[in-house]
Protein backbone atom coordinates (compact mmCIF):
# COMPACT_ATOMS: atom_id res chain seq x y z
CA UNK A 1 0.00 0.00 0.00
CA UNK A 2 1.21 3.33 0.15
CA UNK A 3 3.11 4.82 2.63
CA UNK A 4 1.30 7.85 3.01
CA UNK A 5 -1.00 8.22 5.98
CA UNK A 6 -4.19 9.68 5.32
CA UNK A 7 -5.73 11.15 7.96
CA UNK A 8 -9.11 12.90 8.61
CA UNK A 9 -10.11 15.50 11.52
CA UNK A 10 -13.87 15.08 12.58
CA UNK A 11 -15.93 16.63 15.51
CA UNK A 12 -18.59 14.87 16.84
CA UNK A 13 -22.28 15.59 15.81
CA UNK A 14 -24.90 16.41 17.71
CA UNK A 15 -27.68 17.08 15.15
CA UNK A 16 -29.47 14.04 13.74
CA UNK A 17 -31.94 13.04 11.03
CA UNK A 18 -33.36 15.48 8.69
CA UNK A 19 -31.83 18.38 10.24
CA UNK A 20 -28.45 17.33 9.12
CA UNK A 21 -29.43 19.41 6.05
CA UNK A 22 -28.50 22.16 7.99
CA UNK A 23 -24.90 20.65 8.23
CA UNK A 24 -24.58 20.52 4.81
CA UNK A 25 -25.86 24.30 3.88
CA UNK A 26 -22.98 25.20 6.74
CA UNK A 27 -20.24 23.16 4.37
CA UNK A 28 -20.25 19.77 6.65
CA UNK A 29 -20.81 16.51 5.94
CA UNK A 30 -22.43 14.16 8.82
CA UNK A 31 -20.83 10.67 9.05
CA UNK A 32 -21.05 7.51 11.41
CA UNK A 33 -17.96 5.06 12.84
CA UNK A 34 -19.10 1.63 13.31
CA UNK A 35 -16.77 0.82 16.50
CA UNK A 36 -16.09 -2.61 16.71
CA UNK A 37 -19.85 -3.54 18.20
CA UNK A 38 -19.17 -0.56 20.78
CA UNK A 39 -21.73 2.16 20.35
CA UNK A 40 -20.86 3.91 17.04
CA UNK A 41 -19.50 7.36 16.59
CA UNK A 42 -21.79 10.01 15.64
CA UNK A 43 -19.54 12.61 13.70
CA UNK A 44 -19.24 15.49 11.19
CA UNK A 45 -16.41 16.95 9.26
CA UNK A 46 -15.51 19.77 6.69
CA UNK A 47 -17.41 18.61 3.42
CA UNK A 48 -14.49 19.50 0.98
CA UNK A 49 -12.02 17.43 3.21
CA UNK A 50 -14.05 14.32 3.76
CA UNK A 51 -14.56 14.57 -0.21
CA UNK A 52 -11.25 14.38 -0.68
CA UNK A 53 -10.14 11.73 1.32
CA UNK A 54 -13.12 9.50 -0.11
CA UNK A 55 -11.37 10.16 -3.48
CA UNK A 56 -7.73 9.14 -2.14
CA UNK A 57 -8.33 6.51 0.05
CA UNK A 58 -11.83 4.70 -1.81
CA UNK A 59 -13.00 1.63 -0.07
CA UNK A 60 -9.41 0.22 0.31
CA UNK A 61 -6.81 2.32 2.10
CA UNK A 62 -7.42 2.78 5.86
CA UNK A 63 -8.51 6.56 7.02
CA UNK A 64 -6.87 7.57 11.04
CA UNK A 65 -10.03 9.72 12.40
CA UNK A 66 -9.15 11.73 14.78
CA UNK A 67 -12.24 12.94 17.07
CA UNK A 68 -11.14 14.97 20.22
CA UNK A 69 -7.94 12.94 21.94
CA UNK A 70 -9.20 9.66 20.08
CA UNK A 71 -8.17 8.62 17.36
CA UNK A 72 -9.34 5.40 14.88
CA UNK A 73 -8.10 3.47 12.09
CA UNK A 74 -11.14 3.13 9.48
CA UNK A 75 -11.76 2.22 6.32
CA UNK A 76 -14.88 3.87 4.36
CA UNK A 77 -17.45 1.38 4.26
CA UNK A 78 -20.40 3.48 2.21
CA UNK A 79 -20.54 6.72 0.78
CA UNK A 80 -23.86 8.68 0.09
CA UNK A 81 -24.12 10.33 -2.88
CA UNK A 82 -27.39 13.37 -3.36
CA UNK A 83 -29.00 12.44 -6.87
CA UNK A 84 -28.93 16.02 -8.61
CA UNK A 85 -25.39 17.38 -8.24
CA UNK A 86 -23.53 14.26 -6.42
CA UNK A 87 -22.34 16.12 -3.60
CA UNK A 88 -21.29 14.30 -0.71
CA UNK A 89 -24.41 13.28 1.60
CA UNK A 90 -22.64 10.97 4.58
CA UNK A 91 -20.28 8.64 5.13
CA UNK A 92 -19.95 5.17 7.14
CA UNK A 93 -17.05 4.37 8.47
CA UNK A 94 -16.18 0.84 9.94
CA UNK A 95 -13.56 0.72 12.68
CA UNK A 96 -10.38 -1.61 12.36
CA UNK A 97 -7.63 -3.44 14.68
CA UNK A 98 -4.51 -2.76 13.72
CA UNK A 99 -3.52 -5.93 14.09
CA UNK A 100 -6.32 -7.82 12.86
CA UNK A 101 -7.12 -8.60 9.37
CA UNK A 102 -9.77 -7.10 7.54
CA UNK A 103 -11.40 -7.51 4.18
CA UNK A 104 -11.59 -4.93 1.37
CA UNK A 105 -12.35 -4.22 -2.17
CA UNK A 106 -9.03 -3.59 -4.32
CA UNK A 107 -9.19 -2.01 -7.81
CA UNK A 108 -7.42 -4.04 -10.71
CA UNK A 109 -5.36 -2.27 -12.44
CA UNK A 110 -2.89 -3.72 -16.11
CA UNK A 111 0.61 -3.85 -15.96
CA UNK A 112 2.55 -2.80 -18.98
CA UNK A 113 6.70 -3.21 -19.90
CA UNK A 114 8.70 -0.08 -19.54
CA UNK A 115 8.00 2.13 -22.72
CA UNK A 116 4.37 0.50 -23.16
CA UNK A 117 0.57 1.61 -22.52
CA UNK A 118 -1.04 -0.88 -23.70
CA UNK A 119 -1.02 -4.99 -24.02
CA UNK A 120 0.39 -6.57 -26.98
CA UNK A 121 -3.08 -7.55 -28.45
CA UNK A 122 -4.41 -4.18 -28.19
CA UNK A 123 -0.96 -2.99 -30.30
CA UNK A 124 -1.88 -5.54 -32.81
CA UNK A 125 -5.36 -3.63 -33.03
CA UNK A 126 -7.31 -6.56 -30.92
CA UNK A 127 -9.71 -5.56 -28.31
CA UNK A 128 -9.14 -6.57 -24.39
CA UNK A 129 -12.57 -6.17 -23.06
CA UNK A 130 -11.98 -5.94 -18.77
CA UNK A 131 -14.43 -8.23 -17.05
CA UNK A 132 -13.43 -7.58 -13.52
CA UNK A 133 -12.90 -3.91 -11.91
CA UNK A 134 -11.56 -4.91 -8.89
CA UNK A 135 -11.00 -8.03 -6.08
CA UNK A 136 -11.98 -8.49 -2.39
CA UNK A 137 -8.90 -9.18 -0.17
CA UNK A 138 -7.86 -10.15 2.86
CA UNK A 139 -5.24 -8.72 5.21
CA UNK A 140 -3.66 -6.66 7.66
CA UNK A 141 -4.81 -2.71 7.49
CA UNK A 142 -1.04 -1.72 6.98
CA UNK A 143 -0.51 -4.53 3.81
CA UNK A 144 -3.75 -3.46 1.99
CA UNK A 145 -2.11 -2.63 -1.30
CA UNK A 146 -3.87 0.81 -3.44
CA UNK A 147 -3.74 -0.71 -6.47
CA UNK A 148 -3.64 -4.94 -7.51
CA UNK A 149 -2.02 -5.73 -10.97
CA UNK A 150 -1.85 -7.92 -13.87
CA UNK A 151 0.32 -8.99 -16.40
CA UNK A 152 -1.00 -7.25 -19.10
CA UNK A 153 2.05 -8.34 -21.79
CA UNK A 154 0.67 -12.04 -21.55
CA UNK A 155 -1.92 -10.62 -23.52
CA UNK A 156 -1.18 -10.94 -26.90
CA UNK A 157 -4.30 -13.13 -29.39
CA UNK A 158 -7.32 -14.02 -29.48
CA UNK A 159 -8.63 -16.08 -26.81
CA UNK A 160 -6.27 -14.64 -24.12
CA UNK A 161 -7.38 -13.98 -20.84
CA UNK A 162 -6.60 -12.98 -17.17
CA UNK A 163 -8.04 -14.91 -14.34
CA UNK A 164 -8.15 -13.43 -10.90
CA UNK A 165 -5.67 -16.50 -10.22
CA UNK A 166 -3.28 -14.62 -12.17
CA UNK A 167 -3.26 -11.63 -10.37
CA UNK A 168 0.56 -10.63 -8.47
CA UNK A 169 -0.57 -10.40 -5.42
CA UNK A 170 1.56 -9.13 -3.06
CA UNK A 171 3.02 -10.25 0.64
CA UNK A 172 0.82 -10.93 2.85
CA UNK A 173 -2.74 -10.29 1.27
CA UNK A 174 -5.30 -13.04 0.42
CA UNK A 175 -7.58 -13.25 -2.69
CA UNK A 176 -11.11 -13.81 -1.22
CA UNK A 177 -12.70 -13.65 -5.05
CA UNK A 178 -13.01 -16.52 -6.98
CA UNK A 179 -9.66 -17.17 -8.38
CA UNK A 180 -11.47 -18.25 -11.87
CA UNK A 181 -13.03 -15.27 -12.27
CA UNK A 182 -11.95 -13.76 -15.51
CA UNK A 183 -10.62 -10.32 -15.69
CA UNK A 184 -9.91 -9.36 -18.95
CA UNK A 185 -9.70 -11.54 -22.67
CA UNK A 186 -8.39 -10.78 -25.68
CA UNK A 187 -11.34 -10.62 -28.92
CA UNK A 188 -11.44 -9.63 -32.70
CA UNK A 189 -12.96 -6.24 -33.16
CA UNK A 190 -15.38 -7.46 -35.10
CA UNK A 191 -16.45 -10.28 -32.54
CA UNK A 192 -17.54 -7.74 -30.36
CA UNK A 193 -19.44 -5.10 -33.25
CA UNK A 194 -21.36 -8.63 -33.81
CA UNK A 195 -21.92 -8.97 -30.36
CA UNK A 196 -23.13 -5.13 -29.96
CA UNK A 197 -25.27 -4.96 -32.85
CA UNK A 198 -27.24 -8.45 -31.53
CA UNK A 199 -27.99 -6.99 -28.65
CA UNK A 200 -28.12 -3.38 -29.90
CA UNK A 201 -25.25 -2.15 -28.05
CA UNK A 202 -26.97 -2.79 -24.57
CA UNK A 203 -23.76 -3.97 -22.81
CA UNK A 204 -22.43 -0.91 -23.52
CA UNK A 205 -24.58 0.47 -20.85
CA UNK A 206 -22.89 0.16 -17.80
CA UNK A 207 -25.81 0.09 -14.62
CA UNK A 208 -25.07 1.61 -11.38
CA UNK A 209 -23.92 0.05 -8.51
CA UNK A 210 -26.33 0.07 -6.11
CA UNK A 211 -24.32 -1.49 -2.63
CA UNK A 212 -23.67 2.40 -2.08
CA UNK A 213 -27.46 3.75 -2.50
CA UNK A 214 -28.91 2.00 0.81
CA UNK A 215 -26.56 3.84 3.14
CA UNK A 216 -28.43 6.59 4.21
CA UNK A 217 -31.66 6.75 2.23
CA UNK A 218 -33.05 9.02 5.43
CA UNK A 219 -29.63 9.52 7.49
CA UNK A 220 -32.37 9.61 10.32
CA UNK A 221 -33.20 6.13 10.60
CA UNK A 222 -29.24 5.44 10.80
CA UNK A 223 -27.82 8.14 13.02
CA UNK A 224 -31.06 7.63 15.19
CA UNK A 225 -30.36 3.87 15.46
CA UNK A 226 -26.57 4.19 16.22
CA UNK A 227 -27.06 7.28 18.66
Known sequence: M???????????????????????????????I??????????????????????????HHPVQIK?????????????????????LNHLVFNAVAAD?????????????NEGNDSSPAERAGLMVLNNLESVVVEAMPKNLPD????????LIEVGDHIRVSDLLIPEGVELKTDPNTQVASVFEPSAVAAANDAVGGEEDVTPEATSEE???KTESAESVKEA
Open 2 to 32: SSDQITLELEPRQILGKKVKHLRAQGKTPAV
Open 147 to 154: IIYYDAEK
Open 100 to 112: QKVEAEIPIHPRF
Open 67 to 87: IGDKTYTTLIKEADFENKHQN
Open 214 to 216: EVA
Open 34 to 59: YNHGKESIIAQGDAIQMMKVLNIAGK
